[in-house]
């Protein structure tokens, strides 16, 4: 396969989405996966727009246009992780999310806010080594089947009289295995494949920064003699070698110094940090004054936040261009409990709302891979029909507002639990019950759960 249609084979697929899409576009297709919060969809659609907009732009233009960094606030699980994880499935964008209480500032033991950007990076490269991998399948295909063949019918000895004649010979036998190997008569033959298995130690190093980062450091490119990949010689039959061998061969067609490059470039002109918990660094009010940890951490978030160039072991990368989502309940602490610096690096703020019965009910049903259809599909599995009527589904959304009220609100979490509970006896007895039709009604749902909800102390402990 050429250079070029290899090029042109990796572009992502969401990256030729995204050229059609406007930004109401972008909104439906979240409705799919994300039930309401309008607001906050309609300000990632423009992040996401602005963000094409600008790569249609040339020049030093383009380079002063940074991403208007969003804030979402609001409580556990109304949809703030979904909205961000999505946008960066349909963008074809690396995505990570990190949890902000996770990191130390300088001088405190723990990963520093860099690390981040190093794990977008593997990300990254990760994406484009699959792409990779798919466009240079076929070629792949045909340097295994050719290994393979060397295997069934090996070569004739140098030294051997008449090397040619039996050369001729060799190649005539192979094109005839070549045959039967496609049509899968020789898989359960066993071949000797020779293996490499990778012996890089993992180190643990004391970063620039303070903090503590493992990393994976190529060895065998510092000292080639001591730290090596061991060969090794491995029996399996032709079908197992032919997945190893295709293996082994789409590596050696891929460019890893193009990978490297290209997956920089997709972190710094299209990766998404998703920033979960911040509220949990910002600085408390009281009379002791804001943690000065959490206030370190802020202040290490913000050359990020901002823009600077962080190392990793595929280059250079500079963070101007990655949208920063971050999201928090702000229960105790507000956003202007962040550093003034923070604020103003995150200037779009939407703020989601708590979830009610309706909201419950839409969940239930509308999404493409809602609860009732993930369940009903995997008790399907076992020859079981799940019929869900529609008033089980107005009971389980009312229980599911009570029992958070009740307790811990946790949003649309409390549905997983609360079908979970529902089905355990259908799940649990599914393989003994084939070709049976359960049907879910208000008054099944009200047996099930109505005694857990109502006993307080008890719904605390097992919803």
Same mark, same amino acid.
Not at 118 to 134: G, N, T, Y
Not at 226 to 237: A, D, V, Y
Not at 331 to 344: M, N, R, Y
Not at 424 to 437: G, L, Q, R
């Given at each position: 396969?050429?250079?070029?249609?290899?090029?042109?084979?990796?572009?992502?697929?969401?990256?030729?989405?995204?050229?059609?899409?406007?930004?109401?576009?972008?909104?439906?297709?979240?409705?799919?996966?994300?039930?309401?919060?309008?607001?906050?969809?309609?300000?990632?659609?423009?992040?996401?727009?602005?963000?094409?907009?600008?790569?249609?732009? *040339?020049?030093?233009?383009?380079?002063?246009?940074?991403?208007?960094?969003?804030?979402?606030?609001?409580?556990?699980?109304?949809?703030?992780?979904?909205?961000?994880?999505?946008?960066?499935?349909?963008?074809?964008?690396?995505?990570?999310?990190?949890?902000?209480?996770?990191? %130390?500032?300088?001088?405190?033991?723990?990963?520093?806010?860099?690390?981040?950007?190093?794990?977008?990076? *593997?990300?990254?490269?990760?994406?484009?080594?699959?792409?990779?991998?798919?466009?240079?399948?076929?070629?792949?295909? %045909?340097?295994?089947?050719?290994? &393979? @063949?060397?295997?069934?019918?090996?070569?004739?000895?140098?030294?051997?009289?008449?090397?040619?004649?039996?050369?001729?010979?060799?190649?005539?036998?192979?094109?005839?295995?070549?045959?039967?190997?496609?049509?899968?008569?020789?898989?359960?033959?066993?071949?000797?494949?020779?293996?490499?298995?990778?012996?890089?130690?993992?180190?643990?190093?004391?970063?620039?920064?303070?903090?503590?980062?493992?990393?994976?450091?190529? @060895?065998?490119?510092?000292?080639?003699?001591?730290?090596?990949?061991?060969?090794?010689?491995?029996?399996?039959?032709?079908?197992?070698?032919?997945?190893?061998?295709?293996?082994?061969?789409?590596?050696?067609?891929?460019?890893?110094?193009?990978?490297?490059? /290209?997956?920089?470039?997709?972190?710094?002109?299209? =990766?998404?940090?998703? @920033?979960?918990?911040?509220?949990? $660094?910002?600085?408390?009010?009281? =009379?002791?004054?804001?943690?000065?940890?959490? *206030?370190?951490?802020?202040?290490?978030?913000?050359?990020?936040?901002? =823009?600077?160039?962080?190392?990793?072991?595929?280059?250079?990368?500079?963070?101007?261009?990655? &949208?920063?989502?971050?999201?928090?309940?702000?229960?105790?602490?507000?956003?202007?409990?962040?550093?003034?610096?923070?604020?103003?690096?995150?200037?779009?703020?939407? /703020?989601?709302?708590?979830?009610?019965?309706?909201?419950?009910?839409?969940?239930?049903? /509308?999404?493409?891979?809602? @609860?009732?259809?993930?369940?009903?599909?995997?008790?399907?599995?076992? =020859?079981?029909?799940? *019929?869900?009527?529609?008033?089980?589904?107005?009971?389980?959304?009312?229980?599911?507002?009570?029992?958070?009220?009740?307790?811990?609100?946790?949003?649309?979490?409390?549905?997983?639990?609360?079908?979970?509970?529902?089905?355990?006896?259908?799940?649990?007895?599914?393989?003994?019950?084939?070709?049976?039709?359960?049907?879910?009604?208000?008054?099944? $749902? /009200?047996?099930?759960?109505?005694?857990?909800?109502?006993?307080?102390?008890?719904?605390?402990?097992?919803?």
């Amino acid at each position: 396969m050429s250079e070029s249609a290899v090029a042109h084979a990796i572009i992502p697929e969401g990256r030729q989405l995204l050229d059609d899409l406007a930004p109401r576009q972008i909104v439906a297709e979240l409705d799919k996966y994300v039930v309401g919060q309008n607001d906050a969809k309609r300000a990632v659609a423009i992040a996401l727009r602005n963000r094409w907009r600008r790569q249609q732009i *040339e020049g030093v233009m383009a380079e002063e246009i940074v991403p208007k960094n969003i804030l979402m606030i609001g409580p556990t699980g109304v949809g703030k992780t979904e909205i961000a994880r999505r946008l960066a499935k349909l963008a074809a964008a690396p995505f990570i999310k990190v949890e902000a209480s996770k990191f %130390t500032e300088v001088g405190y033991v723990g990963r520093d806010v860099e690390s981040m950007v190093r794990d977008l990076v *593997e990300i990254a490269v990760v994406m484009v080594k699959s792409q990779w991998r798919e466009a240079v399948l076929e070629a792949a295909i %045909t340097k295994a089947e050719d290994r &393979l @063949l060397q295997l069934l019918v090996p070569a004739p000895e140098l030294s051997t009289p008449a090397f040619e004649i039996r050369e001729d010979g060799v190649q005539s036998t192979r094109e005839k295995f070549r045959a039967r190997l496609k049509a899968g008569k020789l898989d359960s033959r066993v071949v000797d494949v020779e293996v490499e298995e990778s012996r890089y130690p993992s180190l643990e190093m004391f970063t620039p920064h303070g903090g503590v980062e493992e990393v994976g450091v190529n @060895l065998r490119d510092m000292m080639p003699g001591i730290f090596g990949s061991k060969r090794h010689t491995q029996k399996m039959t032709v079908a197992e070698a032919r997945v190893v061998l295709r293996q082994q061969e789409a590596e050696k067609l891929i460019d890893q110094r193009k990978v490297a490059r /290209e997956a920089r470039e997709r972190v710094e002109q299209g =990766g998404i940090i998703f @920033l979960d918990e911040i509220d949990k $660094v910002a600085g408390r009010e009281g =009379g002791r004054g804001p943690d000065i940890s959490r *206030e370190g951490v802020q202040r290490d978030l913000l050359p990020i936040v901002e =823009g600077t160039t962080v190392t990793t072991k595929y280059g250079m990368v500079r963070t101007d261009h990655i &949208l920063f989502v971050a999201a928090g309940a702000f229960h105790l602490a507000k956003p202007s409990d962040l550093i003034p610096e923070l604020q103003g690096r995150f200037p779009i703020r939407v /703020e989601l709302s708590a979830l009610g019965k309706d909201e419950f009910v839409r969940i239930l049903t /509308e999404p493409e891979a809602s @609860l009732v259809k993930q369940y009903t599909a995997l008790l399907a599995t076992e =020859g079981v029909t799940l *019929e869900f009527k529609d008033d089980a589904v107005e009971t389980l959304a009312r229980l599911a507002v009570e029992v958070n009220a009740q307790t811990e609100n946790i949003g649309a979490r409390r549905l997983a639990t609360l079908m979970e509970r529902l089905l355990e006896t259908v799940s649990f007895e599914a393989p003994e019950m084939p070709s049976t039709t359960v049907v879910i009604d208000a008054k099944y $749902v /009200e047996e099930a759960l109505e005694n857990i909800v109502k006993d307080e102390d008890l719904s605390r402990y097992v919803l």
